[in-house]
């Protein structure tokens, strides 16, 4: 459905469309294929008529685990793959930030990186016990440009987004909600979901827009700086030490 990869599955449940990031044996971390999917799946989503309300979650036991080394060390080294990579990021983030359609996040483990910042782009969040949240873009040289400090300043306090967005510390799935970067923490995405589904359809629509204009215009506020900063920081010798290391670790 959507003509997505492999990488992404997307089912119909009525009005309800059901995405999956479905790379599991690698805890859903992100490639090539898996970043090109998200860059396309939200115009896709927006264009499906039939779409009331979408659920995002991962397959197996977590939501992502970020980045795949292997993938951040060939950007690292890629300069076509790294500028296509860095213009998706933007795609990911806009394409959430103005699709139509609601999209509650079912968080059923680890979300890191990427998939903090789909979390993070999410209209309604609910998160699983044994789930936290993590931006680690620092810790492996990188400044994140598609998601995390992009809005976490809308949901929590600035003090809180700068606390976790520099040390890249993990968030438990309670203090993620206390902190106001989750509704709920409770397996009820899907349930959720159906009820904006069954909402009078323009209402759910617009009322969506209003609230996301302000996330929009937020997100384009910083949105070139942190592309280009990211861009940069794919090329430090930082990023360059720490891929090399942790890729040697994993072996």
């Not at 999410?122 to 620092?138: E, F, G, K, M, R």
Request: with cysteine; hydrophobic share 45%.
């Amino acid at each position: 459905m959507y003509d997505m990869p492999p990488e992404i599955d997307v089912r119909a449940d009525g009005p309800l469309r059901i995405i999956t990031l479905n790379r599991p044996d690698a805890l859903n971390a992100v490639d090539d294929a898996l970043h090109t999917g998200l860059a396309r799946l939200w115009p896709r989503l927006a264009e499906d008529h039939d779409a009331r309300a979408a659920v995002l979650t991962g397959a197996g036991k977590a939501f992502s685990a970020g980045g795949d080394f292997a993938y951040l060390e060939e950007l690292g080294r890629d300069t076509v793959l790294r500028e296509k990579t860095i213009a998706h990021g933007r795609d990911i983030v806009l394409g959430m930030a103005r699709c139509r359609v609601p999209v509650v996040a079912a968080v059923n483990g680890p979300a890191v990186g990427l998939g903090c910042s789909l979390v993070s782009l999410s209209d309604i969040v609910y998160l699983a016990q044994t789930a936290y949240l993590a931006d680690p873009h620092v810790q492996v040289g990188l400044v994140a440009a598609d998601g995390g400090p992009l809005t976490w300043p809308l949901h929590t306090s600035l003090l809180l987004a700068k606390e976790y967005a520099l040390t890249g510390a993990r968030i438990p799935a309670e203090r993620a909600r206390e902190m106001g970067l989750a509704n709920h923490v409770v397996a009820e995405a899907l349930a959720c979901a159906k009820r904006i589904a069954e909402m009078p359809r323009q209402a759910v629509e617009a009322t969506k827009r209003v609230l996301n204009i302000q996330l929009e215009k937020s997100v384009a506020a910083s949105l070139d700086y942190a592309t280009t900063a990211e861009c940069q920081s794919f090329q430090t010798d930082d990023f360059h030490a720490t891929i090399a290391r942790l890729n040697s670790a994993g072996k």
